[in-house]
């Protein structure tokens, strides 16, 4: 059974794929919730010095949610590491649900979480060929690897986009 929509507010963007929340969340015991199919830069913190491009894609999910009621459906113990996961919903004029993580994808400023489900690929794809958002590198690294290289003290990027583990689409 897929979850109910619920009406929410973003109350602070943590970074571009984590967000905080409230509204219609009560039985929802988290401060914070990762958005459900994608993965973004990861910001500075004390583990990890920042992506490239992590502040503008944190700024644009702070420029599509600000000050709206949305709607979200969550998810329990998604992923598989008892986070609970959103899916964004904006309301268009005509009354119909915009997937507001599809567009953060769409626009170049997440990769589709493709180990989860492959729902935004065609979205990556199109915004890697059309160089937007963190496209506009040559070669940006997927979060999962840079979080990799610098547990193994190295940041080089050509290394790190050596590095096995989940392939890039392309």
Avoid: F
């Avoid at 004390?46 to 998810?75: C, F, M, N």
């Avoid at 990556?124 to 547990?151: M, Q, T």
């Amino acid at each position: 059974k897929s979850p109910a929509l619920r009406d929410i507010e973003v109350t602070r963007v943590i970074d571009a794929d984590t967000v905080e929340i409230s509204g219609d969340v009560t039985e929802h015991d988290r401060d914070h919730y990762r958005l459900a199919g994608l993965d973004s830069p990861e910001l500075k913190s004390t583990r990890w010095p920042e992506q490239p491009r992590a502040a503008e894609a944190k700024k644009y999910v702070e420029s599509i949610t600000d000050g709206k009621h949305l709607r979200a459906k969550i998810t329990k113990n998604g992923g598989g590491y008892g986070r609970h996961l959103i899916t964004l919903y904006d309301l268009t004029p005509d009354g119909a649900e915009l997937d507001l993580n599809a567009q953060i994808v769409a626009q170049g400023w997440a990769w589709s979480a493709v180990e989860y489900s492959k729902r935004y690929l065609p979205l990556e794809l199109e915004a890697r060929k059309a160089k937007l958002g963190i496209w506009r590198d040559n070669w940006p690294v997927e979060p999962s690897k840079w979080r990799k290289g610098v547990r193994q003290g190295n940041l080089h990027h050509s290394a790190i986009r050596a590095m096995p583990g989940k392939d890039s689409p392309m």
